[in-house]
């Protein structure tokens, strides 16, 4: 594999159990009592996508918005990258891999609490929610992030699934015609995902170059 597009949260980053958590006290303060179980299908969706489903619309939606990403950059510190993540990209980096992120993370989102942890170096793209005119699971921002990199122009669409992978986003990369790892090590409901690739650590990335 030459092309590798990694997912930001529950991939590179622990960040489910904080943006859960801080999920479930935005709704309590709003009226509404969820469990930690039932909240989970919501992890890794855009925001704003989670506040629609669960009945939040127009200003409501917005303050619902503000007050769980103000919550999130409060607990901002106890998110941290999974050990073995920089390493890993680290060696893609020096075998002349390309490395792209695709998140539903708005670039606000990616700004405050991706960036700081300094690993921005090793990513040669990045799309975020507002990069391409549709989000995840279509595959318009896989391609987008691939068509940056140069992936389009050198595999074509159709020759996509021997030169790229993508860990997380499973339903995102069948739909982009890119092979799909299952990231084991912050996957919150592994039975549930069916993926080419089931992948235990972060240093186990090196073994699909």
């Not at 622990?14 to 299908?41: I, K, W, Y």
Request: charge should be negative; glycine fraction near 12%.
């Amino acid at each position: 594999m030459k092309y590798f597009i990694f997912d930001v949260d529950g991939t590179l980053l622990n960040s489910a159990e904080v943006d859960q958590q801080c999920l479930q006290q935005m709704l309590r303060e709003f009226g509404q009592e969820h469990t930690l179980e039932e909240l989970r299908p919501s992890f890794g969706k855009p925001g704003r996508q989670t506040l629609a489903d669960l009945g939040f619309s127009g200003e409501a939606a917005e303050r619902a918005m503000d007050r769980w990403e103000g919550l999130s950059q409060e607990r901002i510190a106890e998110v941290r990258v999974f050990n073995g993540v920089e390493a890993m990209l680290k060696a893609l980096h020096e075998r002349g891999c390309r490395c792209g992120i695709v998140t539903s993370r708005t670039h606000y989102q990616y700004g405050y609490g991706f960036s700081p942890l300094g690993l921005d170096g090793y990513f040669d793209a990045v799309i975020c929610m507002e990069d391409a005119p549709r989000t995840k699971p279509a595959p318009d921002p896989l391609l987008e992030c691939l068509r940056r990199m140069g992936g389009l122009a050198t595999a074509g669409f159709g020759g996509l699934r021997g030169r790229a992978v993508t860990l997380g986003a499973i339903l995102t990369a069948a739909a982009a015609g890119v092979a799909s790892c299952l990231a084991l090590w912050g996957c919150l409901a592994p039975d549930r995902i069916a993926a080419d690739v089931r992948l235990a650590a972060p240093g186990d990335v090196l073994s699909l170059i």
